[in-house]
């Protein structure tokens, strides 16, 4: 399995950014991304994973960080393989490395890093004042 995030950049205080997340591969039970739920996670600097967004494996369902929630929006495309997050009214407290993983249970969402088993290598992005 493989995930691999893009669209990470620098931007300013109010931008928005879009990240995509492309997936590849089928995990050891045969099952792919059409199966899994998403996550994304962000990490800054000597600190711990944070829960960013989750979607189920259909789309149906998404939950969101407490810090993120009316700003940011979660999507997935299964015929693309590929998991979104529209980053919208970005703050400097937003700049972070942005990992997608992959949480072989589909449903219900996770927020715990421990419950994805399949992470990307991350995405910086960073918004200045």
Same mark, same amino acid.
């Given at each position: 399995?493989?995930?691999?995030?893009?669209?990470?950049?620098?931007?300013?205080?109010?931008?928005?950014?879009?990240?995509?997340?492309?997936?590849?591969?089928?995990?050891?039970?045969?099952?792919?991304?059409?199966?899994?739920? &998403?996550?994304?996670?962000?990490?800054?600097?000597?600190?711990?994973?944070?829960?960013?967004?989750?979607?189920?494996?259909?789309?149906?369902?998404?939950?969101?960080?407490?810090?993120?929630?009316?700003?940011?929006?979660?999507?997935?495309?299964?015929?693309?393989?590929?998991?979104?997050?529209? &980053?919208?009214?970005?703050?400097?407290?937003?700049?972070?490395?942005?990992?997608?993983?992959?949480?072989?249970?589909?449903?219900?969402?996770?927020?715990?890093?421990?419950?994805?088993?399949?992470?990307?290598?991350?995405?910086?992005?960073?918004?200045?004042?």
């Amino acid at each position: 399995v493989r995930l691999v995030e893009s669209g990470g950049g620098l931007v300013q205080l109010g931008d928005s950014l879009i990240l995509s997340c492309s997936a590849s591969g089928r995990g050891g039970d045969g099952r792919d991304f059409s199966s899994w739920a &998403m996550g994304w996670f962000r990490q800054r600097p000597g600190k711990a994973h944070e829960f960013v967004a989750a979607i189920s494996w259909i789309g149906g369902d998404a939950d969101y960080g407490h810090s993120v929630k009316g700003r940011f929006t979660i999507s997935r495309d299964n015929v693309q393989k590929t998991t979104y997050l529209q &980053m919208d009214s970005l703050r400097p407290e937003d700049t972070a490395v942005y990992y997608c993983a992959a949480d072989q249970g589909g449903w219900p969402l996770n927020s715990v890093p421990e419950a994805y088993t399949y992470w990307g290598r991350g995405t910086p992005v960073a918004v200045s004042s």
